[in-house]
C-alpha cells in the first residue's frame, strides 16, 4: 500500500472576487482568505449572485475543501453559499457544486467532502440579490504520494 500526504494547496493558486469591499478596519481583498491567517478577511460588496474565485493555475483532484468563517459580525453571510470546482474561469455557475454551506458558526472551520473532483478552480457562491460573499480562509486538500520529492516539485 502506497502512503499518501494530503497537502493544502491554496495558497499555490491566484484569488480574485467580483467585487471588493474597501472600508472599516481594512481592505477585504480576495487573497486575503489564502494568506494562512483567520484574522484578515474577504469580502465582496454587497451585489446580486456574488462569488470569490481561486485559480490554483493547473487542474487537481480535490480531497475537501475547508471555510473559516469570520468570528466578528454577519457569521450567517455565508449561508447557502456553494462551493464549486471546475475548469470554466468565465462562467462561475457552470462549474459543478462539491457542497452547500448551510451554516459555519462564527470563527470556526467546516470541511467539505468533494470526493476527487477534477478543476482548476475553486469558487465560493451566493445566489440572489442584495448578497455579500465574505469569509476569512480557505484550505484546498489533494492527496499526493507520500515522496517528499514529489510534493516538493508540484508547484
Not at 467585487?19 to 474577504?42: K, R
Not at 476527487?116 to 440572489?128: E, F, T
Not at 476569512?136 to 507520500?146: A, K, Q
Amino acid at each position: 500500500m502506497k502512503a499518501e500526504t494530503e497537502v493544502n494547496v491554496a495558497s499555490w493558486g491566484t484569488a480574485n472576487q467580483s467585487t471588493t469591499f474597501y472600508g472599516l478596519d481594512h481592505d477585504w481583498y480576495a487573497q486575503n482568505a489564502v494568506d494562512g491567517s483567520n484574522y484578515v478577511c474577504t469580502r465582496t460588496e454587497e451585489q446580486s449572485d456574488p462569488w470569490w474565485k481561486l485559480d490554483l493555475k493547473k487542474m487537481y483532484s480535490l480531497n475537501r475543501v475547508t471555510i473559516t468563517n469570520r468570528l466578528i459580525c454577519c457569521e450567517n453571510w455565508i449561508d447557502g453559499a456553494e462551493i464549486r470546482i471546475g475548469n470554466d474561469s468565465s462562467n462561475v455557475l457552470g462549474n459543478p457544486v462539491c457542497a452547500t454551506v448551510s451554516s459555519i458558526p462564527a470563527g470556526a472551520t467546516n470541511s467539505f467532502s468533494c470526493s476527487g473532483m477534477k478543476g482548476r478552480y475553486v469558487i465560493v457562491n451566493i445566489r440572489g440579490t442584495s448578497k455579500t460573499v465574505t469569509f476569512c480562509e480557505m484550505g484546498v486538500y489533494v492527496i499526493f504520494p507520500d515522496t517528499a520529492a514529489e510534493v516538493k516539485d508540484i508547484p
